[in-house]
């Protein structure tokens, strides 16, 4: 079936230190791969995405490299700020006779000290 | 242009209970997907409405339904409320024939007792 496996958390950096959280899946086919942040207190928002293999989704300083051959999509952050302390889900979506699904891992608590 | 809104924010039931949730998707979007999102987990998708019909669903008992009306605003309800099912309800939106992005709303957070 499809799955998505994140590294565990919590993980707590201190500012400007540089961010790795891991994922990795399982699915039939070539899915597209998305991160999604929660802050507290708020729904999920779409940090980057990436659609094929080898494609590169990046926003607010945020990375992510499709990679087909070991089938790992890892967030990174050169330096990363106090505001960047969220939840981080990697997702994959599923497609079945038009309707989408979204399926998540498990979530990784990041918490960056000043 | 406002994003997806959910309501209440917070409710506590008890069980046995039946508890109905709402969803008014985000301007210009037709299709509705409803998550349920466990304390420490991650979103587990229920089901999705396109054009007032269930297209999918996930995992999950009958105990669970839904609507969508002419409107696209979609509601959950769930009967015989169970401890199990105390969780954020997300509500997420997007186009039917788009499928790169669901823009999701902040949730109901539901308390069984």
């Known amino acids: 079936g499809n799955s998505v496996t994140q590294m565990e958390g919590p993980v707590t950096l201190s500012e400007e230190a540089f961010l790795t959280i891991n994922c990795t899946y399982t699915a039939t086919g070539y899915p597209s791969l998305f991160w999604y942040v929660q802050y507290p207190g708020e729904g999920l928002q779409l940090l980057l995405k990436?659609?094929?293999?080898?494609d590169k989704g990046s926003n607010k300083g945020f990375e992510a490299t499709y990679r087909k051959e070991t089938t790992s999509f890892h967030l990174e952050k050169g330096s990363v700020q106090v505001s960047d302390s969220a939840v981080y889900f990697c997702a994959l979506r599923k497609v079945i006779q038009g309707a989408q699904k979204l399926v998540f891992g498990q979530g990784t608590r990041l918490t960056i000290n000043p | 242009d406002a994003g997806v809104t959910q309501s209440p924010t917070h409710l506590i039931k008890t069980r046995g209970q039946q508890v109905t949730l709402r969803c008014s998707p985000k301007?210009?979007?037709?299709?509705v997907s409803w998550y349920q999102q466990a304390l420490g987990q991650g979103p587990q998708f229920i089901f999705q409405?396109?054009?007032?019909?269930?297209?999918q669903r996930g995992n999950f008992p009958d105990r669970f339904s839904g609507h969508q009306f002419p409107n696209y605003s979609s509601e959950l309800n769930v009967n015989a409320l169970l401890l199990g099912d105390s969780a954020l309800y997300l509500c997420?939106?997007?186009?039917?024939?788009?499928?790169?992005?669901?823009?999701f709303g902040p949730g109901t957070r539901l308390t069984v007792t």
């Open positions: 409405y396109y054009e007032e019909e269930e297209r």
């Open positions: 990436a659609t094929k293999a080898d």
């Open positions: 997420a939106s997007t186009l039917w024939t788009d499928y790169y992005e669901q823009y």
């Open positions: 301007s210009g979007h037709d299709t």
